[in-house]
Nanobody, 116 residues
Framework: QVQLVESGGGLVQSGGSLRLSCAASGSISSINYMGWFRQAPGKQRELVAGSFSSGFTNYADSVKGRFTISRDNAKNTVYLQMNSLKAEDTAVYYC??????????WGQGTQVTVSS
C-alpha cells in the first residue's frame, strides 16, 4: 500500500508565499514522475508542475516564474515553492506520483487559499 502525505497548505495574502510538501511511503517502486495538480471550485483538475526522474520539469504557463518544483529522491518527497501568490491560485492542490511500473498515486489534497 502506498500513501502520499501532503502538507503546507493554508491561507495567505496575495503576494505571499507557501511551500507544499508531499512524501510518498509504503510499497512503492522507483519513482519516475512527481507532480502537483490543482482543482478550483467548478473547474477541472489541472497540472501545476511536474518533475521527471530525468531532471525534466514542466510548468503551467500561469505559474511560470512564480512556482518552483523540486524533489528529494532519497526521501521520496516532492516540494512546490509558491511565490507571488494570486487569488486565482486558490484551489485544492494534489500531489501525483507515478512509478516505473506506471502505477499512479494521488495525495488527499491540501487547500491553498489566497486572499486578495
Amino acid at each position: 500500500q502506498v500513501q502520499l502525505v501532503e502538507s503546507g497548505g493554508g491561507l495567505v495574502q496575495s503576494g505571499g508565499s507557501l511551500r507544499l510538501s508531499c512524501a510518498a511511503s509504503g510499497s512503492i517502486s522507483s519513482i519516475n514522475y512527481m507532480g502537483w495538480f490543482r482543482q478550483a471550485p467548478g473547474k477541472q483538475r489541472e497540472l501545476v508542475a511536474g518533475s521527471f526522474s530525468s531532471g525534466f520539469t514542466n510548468y503551467a504557463d500561469s505559474v511560470k516564474g512564480r512556482f518552483t518544483i523540486s524533489r528529494d529522491n532519497a526521501k521520496n518527497t516532492v516540494y512546490l515553492q509558491m511565490n507571488s501568490l494570486k487569488a486565482e491560485d486558490t484551489a485544492v492542490y494534489y500531489c501525483k506520483v507515478v512509478d516505473f511500473r506506471n502505477q499512479n498515486y494521488w495525495g488527499q489534497g491540501t487547500q491553498v487559499t489566497v486572499s486578495s
